[in-house]
């Protein structure tokens, strides 16, 4: 299922498709400094693929190539086909840090997302929706000053799916979260994508967070032939979400890619 229906007020539903995202023989290079070299991927409608990789290596440099927020030096990234250029309305961003406006209610940072000139009662009734999703109700008219950091995450999670992309691009969207936070926002992302289904490309440091999350993970390095960063690893992780974090199956999927990012916990 990649495909949410939304009601308007009129009572006619649409469909907002998740969108097929290519990256198609993509490089970067800042000055002599190659940073990503040939990259070829494939994300399909719906589907979540997690980017690892040492720091350094390009996955911001990657999702924001993506995003409209830098420019390959070759290749292209097509979505639905179609080659994007500069920033595309069917493409949202997550950061780390949830970049709220410290003077605007939750709501209304929500707002900021929704496309513009949208008749008043469906844009409440889509800030409402977005509110439900993230659990942040009762929290509408609160201050980013007044929330907790997960729930400003959440916030801004929520403002990225206002415009219902077809793409969602999260650069280390819990990393500055606590442990238990972070779980939480995890399973939340996973509900949130079961209601909205978004493409997304999600970089993340954390192991665990890839393997519980994606459909599959690309752990981006470099290799000794090649001057930039290319797809080092390209894995399918086995099993349905959620996933036992317990399972012996990912427990060895997690010590490859810990092999992969050269963290051998097994060194002699
Ligand atoms: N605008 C820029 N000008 C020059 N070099 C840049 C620029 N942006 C990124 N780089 C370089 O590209 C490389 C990759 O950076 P990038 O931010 O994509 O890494 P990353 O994998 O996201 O790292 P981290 O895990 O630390 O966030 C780095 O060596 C960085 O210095
Ligand atoms: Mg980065």
Redesign the pocket.
């Known amino acids: 299922m990649t495909t949410s229906v939304t009601h308007v007020p009129d009572g006619t539903a649409y469909a907002v498709p998740a969108a097929r995202l290519r990256f198609r023989s993509l490089s970067r290079s800042?000055g002599s400094?190659a940073?990503l070299q040939d990259i070829d991927l494939v994300v399909e409608p719906g589907e979540l693929v997690a980017i690892l990789?040492a720091?350094?290596?390009?996955?911001?440099?990657l999702l924001r190539i993506a995003g409209g927020l830098d420019v390959a030096s070759g290749g292209d990234v097509l979505i639905d086909d179609d080659p994007i250029r500069g920033i595309d309305p069917r493409i949202a961003i997550g950061f780390q840090e949830p970049r709220l406006l410290p003077w605007r209610s939750v709501a209304q940072n929500i707002a900021l997302g929704l496309p513009r000139g949208l008749p008043r009662a469906e844009r409440d009734a889509r800030i409402d929706g977005l509110l439900g999703l993230i659990g942040l109700t009762d929290f509408a008219h609160h201050r980013p000053r007044q929330i907790s950091g997960g729930m400003a995450q959440r916030t801004s999670l929520a403002r990225a799916l206002a415009r219902r992309p077809g793409v969602l691009l999260l650069d280390e969207p819990f990393g500055a979260l606590d442990a238990l936070t972070r779980l939480r926002m995890q399973d939340l992302l996973l509900s949130v994508l079961a209601e909205a289904p978004t493409t997304t490309l999600l970089v993340t440091?954390d192991v665990d967070e890839a393997v519980q999350l994606a459909d599959r993970i690309i752990v981006l390095g470099a290799d000794d032939d090649a001057p930039g960063a290319g797809i080092q690893q390209l894995l399918t992780v086995p099993g349905d979400r959620p996933r036992d974090r317990g399972s012996a199956e990912l427990a060895e999927m997690r010590a490859r890619l810990l092999g992969a990012l050269g963290i051998d916990r097994h060194a002699h």
């Open positions: 800042f400094h940073v990789g720091s350094g290596s390009g996955k911001s440099t440091h």
